[in-house]
């Protein structure tokens, strides 16, 4: 009894610190975006441009990799040695595979052919033919309303440890500052309160002015925050849950 209690409180104790393993983001922009991540003393900095030209065009972003692979193949050496002109032996051999194929293919040998079995449907054109265009707009809101709620619940467990941003408005033009001003602290100001209502921040600055005298705008930005195992599991428990039950009332 007392080995089967040592067990689980070992087991226990390393689910706990694999839970609590974090990962310290690092992001600042200063004419420029500079991040990192670091998890305990491992510490790699991350293109953030690659990632999100990735996110945002995936399409473009394979084409790119698939030249660049295909460049690196062109310039490597070819060091493969000319092997010796077998042509007769090579011309037997596929006379010998001609006559196999050939007899495979022959309803006459092969009398027991097996009938072609139709292609596969793909998820969509199956929920088509059940359920018709309302099965894909079901389909379409539950992974909505699932997005919505992995996004809100990495939201409000993201702990954010300090966040500044700063933003002087210029460009030469009065007029043209002033709705410029006028436009960011309408779309800035909303966000800033999600963020400090709905999240776990430690520090947070800003700085948001306009500057007629300057001839063009000036943005920096740093983020450091903390994203952990714990909450990265109960993101996709909370999504997972939330597109089963959906999935179960709309059949």
């Not at 226990?12 to 600042?28: K, N, P």
């Not at 040998?109 to 079901?138: C, F, R, T």
Request: overall charge negative.
């Amino acid at each position: 009894m007392k080995v089967f209690l040592i067990i689980l409180a070992v087991i226990v104790f390393l689910i706990a610190v694999i839970l609590s393993l974090s990962a310290e983001a690092t992001i600042i922009y200063d004419n420029g975006w500079h991040t990192s991540v670091q998890i305990l003393f491992i510490k790699k900095d991350v293109e953030l441009s690659k990632i999100l030209n990735f996110v945002l065009f995936p399409e473009k972003a394979g084409k790119e990799a698939a030249e660049k692979k295909k460049q690196k193949k062109e310039q490597k050496p070819d060091n493969t040695q000319k092997q010796p002109d077998n042509t007769d032996i090579v011309q037997e051999t596929q006379e010998n595979t001609d006559e196999i194929k050939a007899d495979a293919t022959n309803p006459a040998v092969n009398s027991e052919a097996q009938p072609q079995q139709p292609p596969k449907k793909n998820i969509i054109q199956k929920i088509i033919d059940e359920d018709g265009i309302v099965g894909i707009m079901l389909l379409v809101s539950n992974l909505l309303e699932t997005v919505n709620t992995a996004v809100v619940t990495l939201f409000r467990g993201l702990h954010i440890y300090s966040l500044y941003v700063k933003m002087i408005i210029g460009g030469g033009d009065a007029d043209e500052i002033a709705r410029s001003y006028g436009n960011i602290c309408g779309m800035y100001y909303p966000i800033k309160g999600i963020i400090l209502n709905g999240m776990k921040v430690d520090q947070y600055d800003d700085y948001i002015q306009p500057d007629f005298l300057a001839t063009h705008n000036e943005y920096e930005f740093q983020l450091i925050a903390s994203l952990n195992v714990a909450l990265i599991l109960k993101v996709g428990l909370k999504a997972g849950k939330t597109f089963l039950i959906n999935l179960i009332k709309n059949r």
